[in-house]
């Protein structure tokens, strides 16, 4: 397959589901507006998770003064900020129309419904507006993929796209829960407990129910964490996400792969060998950080095998 | 040739055709809601498969629908066979003129055309020269535009033999017919285009260059934002070969390459639909982001077959338009069935005092325009714009020909006043490799503005499914 051609399909999928991990996040920040707390407390809430993102900078740039609802615009709809989710539904469709040749017609139909829909929203932050669109995106995104897994064929296509499907995913969760352990929530003047924080973000990621299928008792943030990063079968978490990966991985091997699949297997091993108390030693924002750069080194090495010009 | 037009469906008397009866009465019978609301449906379809082109001038990443009728264009069996006997000749002899120019130059030798005309002219390619290419044809892909005048002749308008674009209109007008009509496939017995692809495959597989036993072929396109785009990704994707861009490929060694996951892979065959201009930059235009450098020299070596070949802008010149007929005569031996656009050659100091005598009644091109730009259609312009005109021809007279305005022929069109006649023309897809096919009809184009005789896609022209009905 043409590297351009990977490279695009590679794309299209961490667009769609960084636009899905993106809406997760909003749902994480809708639920927990509906508890009881201070009014700091929405605002800190926001101010972790756009610096869990690494886009606090570029807020308060556009926003100097900006509050709860501005950051909820940004994140969302503001179409001049590629981070936004209209921005990736958007990157999604292009790099799609870019390979619709070898896409099937179904998956770039669905791509390019899904953006000519979201050109329908945007107007309004009225939170019901909100709950709204975060129901529909997380709805595309799933059609999206039962139409990827339902349609394409198994080829290096399929292999790739999965690829950044996975990568995308584990480097979600963890800003997901880096957002939630900055976040010093109702410190102080308590009045929603630690554990519906944490249930929010479990809710958030679909891994409620299955939180309470695992553990059988109260919802804390270490047990959280180690679901959400150590659990192999849950599929959002780090380590089933780097064992698909590593499975995609294998099937496109080439003659400049192999340290680059050493080094992503090096990477699932410490998930899937590891415990939290070491892994965590140096604390839990330190060690997802520390994750964060793996990640990244690993996506520089896949476009240097496989998706740059040889 | 200035009636009334020719209805491609109804007859003087205002009856159904003969050949039309079976569709007319069908179309009586609809209730009008039905159809309007499977005009609906077809403009939605078209807006979620991305069936769009871009327009150039407009904001960037404009895309538009071709909009599309719901009335097909009907053609009967023995109509068509006979364009079909003029269209394969008509290629025959371009494909034998491109040929010769290139090679010995017989045709000019013998003064049938004008030495000058095409040694001058810019689509001459010198580089060509000398070069054999596999089959000994340029023109693999070959759009013929052919058009009903009031005495319901078919006249050729223009030749399209560099890129030329429309086909996958003809294929998803078809497809959507059939989604939204199956009825029609079943009472009517009409002639299948889905095969153009594996058709258009074989072709471009047997003109690979000598000894390649399973050639690889790409099509090369300038990229996502060319109006033609959906086109090309189109086409790819139902032939089953990559989509390329110039920066996926490199030369080396005389060899062209694809650069893919598992390293470099070699390409045999390009379909390209970038124009001769941005090929390769280090010998055309060296501004080409678009081409690949060195690919020229592959060329030469024989290592790649570029179809179309470069250099057949110098048979669809309308400043060589006039001269095909000759072309027929000298190469087959045969006369043209398909006739020419009666042609005058402003050059020509007597054509020019002529054309320059009756322009309210004329259409002047410009020699090298294309896509309906830079032409005057004398009956439909102001006195300004006619002024307008005749100062540029009278500076330029060696860049214009001109024709009688054609009555072209009309066929029933849904417009929001009901049905009434447009004017249409057809453009059929003649491919050459080892032999010379034509899928039946061919892209029917229309121009829905009332009166308006422009078709082309970027002027508000539409399209419509072509029938050719079994005998």
Request: glycine share 8%; hydrophobic share 40%.
């Given at each position: 397959?043409?590297?351009?051609?990977?490279?695009?399909?590679?794309?299209?999928?961490?667009?769609?589901?960084?636009?899905?991990?993106?809406?997760?996040?909003?749902?994480?920040?809708?639920?927990?507006?509906?508890?009881?707390?201070?009014?700091?407390?929405?605002?800190?809430?926001?101010?972790?998770?756009?610096?869990s993102?690494?886009?606090?900078?570029?807020?308060?740039k556009?926003?100097?003064?900006?509050?709860?609802?501005?950051?909820?615009?940004?994140?969302?709809?503001?179409?001049?900020?590629?981070?936004?989710?209209?921005?990736?539904?958007?990157?999604?469709?292009?790099?799609?129309?870019?390979?619709?040749?070898?896409?099937?017609?179904?998956?770039?139909?669905?791509?390019?419904?899904?953006?000519?829909?979201?050109?329908?929203?945007?107007?309004?932050?009225?939170?019901?507006?909100?709950?709204?669109?975060?129901?529909?995106?997380?709805?595309?995104?799933?059609?999206?993929?039962?139409?990827?897994?339902?349609?394409?064929?198994?080829?290096?296509?399929?292999?790739?796209?999965?690829?950044?499907?996975?990568?995308?995913?584990?480097?979600a969760?963890?800003?997901?829960?880096?957002?939630?352990?900055?976040?010093?929530?109702?410190?102080?003047?308590?009045?929603?407990?630690?554990?519906?924080?944490?249930?929010?973000?479990?809710?958030?990621?679909?891994?409620?129910?299955?939180?309470?299928?695992?553990?059988?008792?109260?919802?804390?943030?270490?047990?959280?964490?180690?679901?959400?990063?150590?659990?192999?079968?849950?599929?959002?978490?780090?380590?089933?996400?780097?064992?698909?990966?590593?499975?995609?991985?294998?099937?496109?091997?080439?003659?400049?792969?192999?340290?680059?699949?050493?080094?992503?297997?090096?990477?699932?091993?410490?998930?899937?060998?590891?415990?939290?108390?070491?892994?965590?030693?140096?604390?839990?924002?330190?060690?997802l950080?520390?994750?964060?750069?793996?990640?990244n080194?690993?996506?520089?090495?896949?476009?240097?095998?496989?998706?740059?010009?040889? | 040739?200035?009636?009334?037009?020719?209805?491609?469906?109804?007859?003087?008397?205002?009856?159904?055709?003969?050949?039309?009866?079976?569709?007319?009465?069908?179309?009586?019978?609809?209730?009008?809601?039905?159809?309007?609301?499977?005009?609906?449906?077809?403009?939605?379809?078209?807006?979620?498969?991305?069936i769009?082109?871009?327009?150039?001038?407009?904001?960037?990443?404009?895309?538009?629908?071709?909009?599309?009728?719901?009335?097909?264009?009907?053609?009967?069996?023995?109509?068509?066979?006979?364009?079909e006997?003029?269209?394969?000749?008509?290629?025959?002899?371009?494909?034998?003129?491109?040929a010769?120019?290139?090679?010995?130059?017989?045709?000019?030798?013998?003064?049938?055309?004008?030495?000058?005309?095409?040694?001058?002219?810019?689509?001459?390619?010198?580089?060509?020269?000398g070069?054999?290419?596999?089959?000994?044809?340029?023109?693999?892909?070959?759009?013929?535009?052919?058009?009903?005048?009031?005495?319901?002749?078919?006249?050729?308008?223009?030749?399209n033999?560099?890129?030329?674009?429309?086909?996958?209109?003809?294929?998803?007008?078809?497809?959507?017919?059939?989604?939204l009509?199956?009825?029609?496939?079943?009472?009517?017995?009409?002639?299948?285009?889905?095969?153009?692809?594996?058709?258009?495959?074989?072709?471009?597989?047997?003109?690979?260059?000598?000894?390649?036993?399973?050639?690889?072929?790409?099509?090369?396109?300038?990229?996502?934002?060319?109006?033609?785009?959906?086109?090309?990704?189109?086409?790819?994707?139902?032939?089953?070969?990559?989509?390329?861009?110039?920066?996926?490929?490199?030369?080396?060694?005389?060899?062209?390459?694809?650069?893919?996951?598992?390293?470099?892979?070699?390409?045999?065959?390009?379909?390209?639909?970038?124009?001769?201009?941005?090929?390769?930059?280090?010998?055309?235009?060296?501004?080409?982001?678009?081409g690949?450098?060195?690919?020229?020299?592959?060329?030469?070596?024989?290592?790649?077959?570029?179809?179309?070949?470069?250099?057949?802008?110098?048979?669809?010149?309308?400043?060589?338009?006039?001269?095909?007929?000759?072309?027929?005569?000298?190469?087959?031996?045969?006369?043209?069935?398909?006739?020419?656009?009666?042609?005058?050659?402003?050059?020509?100091?007597?054509?020019?005092?002529?054309?320059?005598?009756?322009?309210?009644?004329?259409?002047?091109?410009?020699?090298?325009?294309?896509?309906?730009?830079?032409?005057?259609?004398?009956?439909?312009?102001?006195?300004?714009?006619?002024?307008?005109?005749?100062?540029?021809?009278?500076?330029?007279p060696?860049?214009?020909?001109?024709?009688?305005?054609?009555?072209?022929?009309?066929?029933?069109?849904?417009?929001?006043?009901?049905?009434a006649?447009?004017?249409?023309?057809?453009?059929?897809?003649?491919?050459?490799g080892?032999?010379?096919?034509?899928?039946?009809?061919?892209?029917?184009?229309?121009?829905?503005?009332?009166?308006?005789?422009?078709?082309?896609?970027?002027?508000?022209?539409?399209?419509?499914?072509?029938?050719?009905?079994?005998?």
């Amino acid at each position: 397959m043409l590297s351009r051609t990977a490279d695009h399909l590679y794309w299209m999928s961490r667009y769609v589901e960084r636009a899905e991990n993106l809406a997760r996040m909003l749902d994480a920040h809708y639920r927990l507006s509906l508890l009881p707390r201070a009014p700091e407390a929405l605002m800190q809430g926001w101010n972790a998770t756009l610096t869990s993102l690494g886009m606090m900078e570029e807020f308060h740039k556009l926003h100097p003064e900006g509050g709860a609802r501005e950051a909820l615009h940004f994140l969302a709809f503001d179409r001049n900020h590629p981070g936004s989710i209209l921005s990736c539904l958007s990157a999604a469709r292009e790099n799609a129309r870019a390979v619709r040749g070898t896409v099937t017609s179904e998956l770039w139909e669905t791509l390019n419904a899904t953006y000519l829909d979201s050109r329908g929203f945007g107007g309004n932050t009225a939170y019901i507006d909100v709950a709204n669109f975060i129901e529909w995106v997380k709805y595309r995104s799933h059609l999206t993929r039962g139409v990827t897994v339902g349609t394409m064929l198994r080829d290096e296509a399929f292999h790739f796209a999965s690829i950044g499907t996975y990568i995308e995913r584990a480097d979600a969760t963890t800003r997901l829960l880096e957002a939630r352990w900055r976040d010093p929530g109702g410190a102080g003047e308590r009045l929603v407990s630690e554990a519906s924080e944490w249930a929010v973000l479990l809710r958030a990621l679909s891994a409620f129910e299955v939180y309470r299928k695992v553990y059988r008792e109260s919802v804390t943030p270490w047990r959280v964490t180690e679901l959400l990063l150590l659990n192999p079968d849950i599929p959002r978490s780090v380590h089933r996400s780097l064992f698909d990966l590593l499975r995609n991985l294998g099937k496109v091997h080439n003659s400049r792969s192999a340290e680059t699949e050493r080094y992503a297997g090096e990477l699932h091993a410490r998930f899937q060998y590891g415990r939290l108390e070491e892994l965590c030693a140096a604390g839990v924002p330190q060690f997802l950080d520390q994750v964060q750069e793996r990640l990244n080194g690993l996506a520089s090495r896949i476009g240097a095998d496989f998706l740059v010009a040889s | 040739m200035s009636g009334k037009p020719y209805d491609e469906m109804l007859d003087a008397q205002g009856a159904p055709r003969p050949h039309c009866r079976r569709y007319m009465d069908w179309l009586q019978q609809q209730p009008a809601e039905l159809l309007a609301a499977k005009r609906a449906e077809a403009d939605a379809l078209f807006h979620r498969v991305g069936i769009t082109f871009a327009v150039y001038g407009e904001e960037a990443g404009t895309e538009r629908l071709i909009p599309f009728d719901i009335v097909p264009r009907v053609l009967p069996q023995d109509e068509w066979r006979r364009l079909e006997t003029g269209l394969k000749q008509r290629v025959r002899a371009l494909n034998a003129f491109i040929a010769d120019i290139y090679h010995d130059q017989d045709i000019l030798r013998a003064g049938r055309v004008p030495a000058d005309y095409l040694l001058c002219n810019a689509q001459y390619r010198p580089e060509m020269q000398g070069i054999d290419v596999p089959g000994g044809i340029y023109a693999h892909i070959a759009g013929i535009d052919v058009v009903r005048a009031d005495d319901g002749a078919f006249y050729v308008l223009e030749d399209n033999l560099r890129v030329p674009s429309g086909v996958s209109y003809m294929l998803e007008d078809r497809k959507m017919m059939m989604r939204l009509f199956p009825d029609l496939f079943t009472q009517n017995s009409i002639a299948s285009v889905e095969h153009y692809p594996d058709v258009l495959l074989e072709n471009l597989k047997s003109v690979a260059p000598q000894g390649v036993t399973d050639p690889k072929v790409m099509l090369l396109t300038p990229g996502a934002y060319n109006s033609a785009y959906f086109e090309h990704a189109f086409l790819a994707q139902q032939m089953g070969i990559e989509l390329v861009e110039g920066q996926d490929l490199f030369v080396r060694d005389d060899f062209l390459f694809a650069r893919t996951t598992r390293g470099p892979q070699r390409v045999d065959v390009i379909y390209r639909r970038i124009d001769d201009d941005f090929l390769d930059p280090l010998a055309f235009r060296s501004d080409s982001v678009l081409g690949v450098p060195g690919l020229l020299t592959v060329y030469r070596a024989g290592h790649v077959t570029i179809a179309n070949a470069i250099g057949t802008g110098i048979a669809d010149d309308k400043s060589v338009y006039p001269y095909v007929p000759e072309m027929i005569r000298f190469y087959l031996g045969e006369e043209p069935v398909i006739a020419n656009v009666p042609t005058w050659i402003l050059r020509r100091p007597e054509d020019l005092a002529h054309v320059l005598a009756h322009l309210p009644d004329l259409v002047v091109k410009e020699v090298h325009g294309a896509g309906g730009y830079g032409m005057l259609i004398g009956p439909a312009a102001t006195q300004a714009q006619i002024e307008d005109f005749r100062l540029k021809i009278v500076a330029h007279p060696e860049r214009y020909i001109a024709q009688p305005t054609l009555a072209l022929s009309t066929s029933p069109t849904f417009t929001e006043r009901g049905l009434a006649p447009r004017h249409i023309d057809l453009r059929p897809f003649v491919l050459s490799g080892r032999e010379i096919t034509i899928v039946p009809g061919g892209l029917t184009r229309v121009a829905l503005r009332e009166g308006s005789l422009v078709v082309n896609s970027s002027q508000g022209g539409g399209t419509k499914d072509t029938w050719v009905l079994g005998s």
